[in-house]
């Protein structure tokens, strides 16, 4: 069998590149992506459109957005005094799963929990941006806005937003939020209910 002589090219499927296609590669022109990227200056970089990535958030703020709410939100009337609505909202029981609610002070601080881990609550569909500054004033900076997955009791479920504790480190063992608000004189009928759901049965030492 005839061996390849060393300035042989090779055939197709050839491990290597013989020098001559190397050197005819050198003198081949770049092709048109490369001269783009080679030619590029900075400004020519793409960067995100601020103003448009602005219009979509205000956008999004007045529109309407879900908001599950374990707290004292839980309340229509509160939620209607603190939001400025003009009507009752339409709050829906609902839960989150993941999560976990300990006190701070006197007041429930939503955490994120063991996996599986149900805290009940209500969800309202909040409409317009000064609703919701509203909600985040009365929250204060210890409360974040963060996105979650809302879970109706028919079974439908919605990412969407609630507000989680971000204040300092919680070293509270879980609140039982229905024993809380039984002796809370501002407790409402619907805020015990939801916190019952959510604790399922208080034993008698709870009192």
Request: some cysteine; proline content about 6%.
């Amino acid at each position: 069998m005839s061996q390849a002589q060393p300035n042989e090219e090779r055939t197709v499927g050839e491990a290597h590149p013989t020098p001559q296609r190397r050197e005819r590669g050198k003198n081949q022109p770049a092709s048109l992506m490369a001269r783009k990227f080679l030619n590029a200056s900075d400004d020519d970089v793409w960067m995100p459109d601020e103003d448009l990535i602005r219009q979509e958030m205000e956008k999004t703020r007045a529109g309407k957005e879900m908001y599950f709410f374990y707290g004292s939100l839980m309340d229509p009337a509160t939620l209607r005094r603190v939001a400025g609505l003009e009507e009752s909202p339409r709050l829906r029981p609902a839960h989150v799963v993941g999560y976990e609610t300990k006190l701070w002070g006197p007041y429930p601080a939503l955490l994120d929990g063991p996996p599986g881990h149900i805290v009940r609550g209500m969800a309202c569909e909040i409409e317009g941006g000064e609703a919701k500054d509203r909600l985040a004033a009365y929250e204060t900076a210890n409360y974040g806005v963060k996105l979650c997955l809302i879970e109706f009791d028919d079974g439908t479920k919605v990412k969407d937003k609630t507000f989680r504790y971000a204040g300092f480190e919680i070293e509270a063992g879980n609140m039982n939020s229905y024993v809380f608000y039984r002796r809370s004189p501002t407790c409402t009928n619907t805020m015990r209910t939801a916190a019952y759901l959510e604790n399922h049965i208080i034993s008698g030492s709870a009192d």
